[in-house]
């Protein structure tokens, strides 16, 4: 298969984006019930807001893993372990005595999870370049955005039938679902002579020329702080806004589902304009809302200003996603056709490493303030535009 000109179908395009939502799947589901998780099982915010650091952690070491695993034995065989894998991850978490031992198996989730987000990404390059990438990049945005749409409301309806833990069940059947499509729908799409053969020696060759790599790890860095205050949303949001401003779990579904539309929105608009404007563009337009939201953010949380203008602020640095990842994806994976797997999880890692790490910043002075939220979206994102800079001078 010519990696540079074969299209792949619509079928297909909506299976990958679909294996792309396992970040939002994992973390998302669950947010409107994650107040009640904490009462359930006696546990602090900062403790509750840790079942998502744990599963960020796992989606960021199990994409560094898994990208080049799919590099040495293709992509099928590995997607289809971290498929069923998954599933079984959450069906413990169903079941999880405690928030500790909650941690530990959101921690296994998230290994398994990143296998389809990972290897997602390397088929789109395995198919694509350039500004075809982009796009493509930019379609499966689209079906995954579909995800952070309705998965908060799906967990604000389940609530009403069910506790958390019902939430967890809900990723079993989307697990179970999904392994069966990709067993059933997808074929190799990484032949054995395009696979690596060097060993897994040569994993962490390649993981350290691509480290070397200021334009790269510029890309990396733009994308990973702007998803970071996504990130930091998600674990502050439903404090913040049920909490603090005592709207309902349903309600705050509702609220996040429209934030996630705008990834939609951004998304579709980045796959239209792309070959007109180009992704280098597109991207700096996308970091640019998305620091204009998180100052926007702290500036209206520092004042007292209405809820109004907090969540403008807040849809700002969410809708933004949907500009900056495919074009950074695209412009970053460009000159590493050969190491598409790697490459990707290496992003995966920097995206998902550096949104655990401050995620728990969200709530760190408790449930009666949002300053850490907004203070840390408004850093994130103010930072995102130098790491861009940097890698243009290091192009």
């Not at 941690?103 to 694509?128: F, N």
């Not at 833990?165 to 074929?187: E, H, P």
């Amino acid at each position: 298969m010519a990696a540079t000109s074969t299209v792949p179908s619509l079928r297909l395009i909506v299976l990958l984006g679909a294996l792309s939502t396992f970040g939002p799947l994992s973390m998302d589901l669950y947010l409107p019930g994650l107040p009640e998780m904490a009462d359930d099982l006696s546990a602090s915010a900062s403790a509750a807001q840790l079942t998502m650091t744990t599963c960020m952690i796992g989606l960021a070491v199990g994409q560094v893993v898994m990208g080049p695993v799919s590099d040495q034995l293709g992509r099928r065989r590995p997607l289809l372990g971290g498929l069923a894998a998954f599933t079984l991850a959450s069906l413990l978490c169903a079941v999880a005595p405690s928030v500790w031992v909650l941690m530990g198996e959101r921690l296994l989730q998230g290994l398994a999870g990143a296998t389809g987000i990972v290897i997602a990404g390397a088929i789109v390059r395995d198919y694509s370049g350039g500004v075809a990438s982009a796009r493509l990049f930019a379609a499966l945005l689209t079906v995954g955005s579909v995800a952070p749409v309705l998965a908060p409301l799906a967990g604000g309806q389940l609530l009403h039938i069910t506790d958390w833990r019902g939430t967890f069940l809900a990723q079993a059947a989307v697990g179970v679902t999904l392994l069966a499509a990709c067993a059933l729908m997808l074929r190799e799409t990484l032949p054995p002579e395009r696979r690596s053969s060097r060993g897994f020696a040569a994993t962490g060759a390649a993981l350290r020329e691509l480290s070397r790599d200021r334009h790269f790890v510029g890309l990396a860095a733009a994308m990973s702080l702007s998803f970071a205050g996504l990130a930091i949303y998600l674990g502050g949001g439903s404090f913040v806004l049920e909490g603090i401003h005592g709207m309902s779990p349903q309600l705050y579904s509702v609220v996040f589902a429209i934030n996630a539309a705008g990834i939609i929105v951004a998304s579709q608009l980045s796959r239209r304009l792309v070959t007109r404007v180009g992704s280098g563009r597109l991207l700096a337009a996308g970091l640019t809302s998305s620091a204009v939201g998180g100052a926007g953010t702290l500036a209206v949380v520092l004042t007292g200003a209405p809820l109004g203008f907090l969540l403008v602020g807040m849809f700002l640095v969410v809708s933004a996603v949907g500009l900056v990842r495919p074009n950074a994806m695209a412009l970053a994976l460009e000159p590493h056709p050969r190491a598409a797997g790697s490459a990707t999880g290496l992003m995966g890692l920097a995206q998902f490493g550096l949104s655990a790490a401050l995620l728990p910043l969200a709530g760190v002075a408790g449930e009666d303030t949002a300053v850490p939220m907004a203070a840390g979206m408004c850093a994130v994102t103010l930072l995102a535009p130098v790491a861009l800079v940097l890698s243009r001078r290091g192009r």
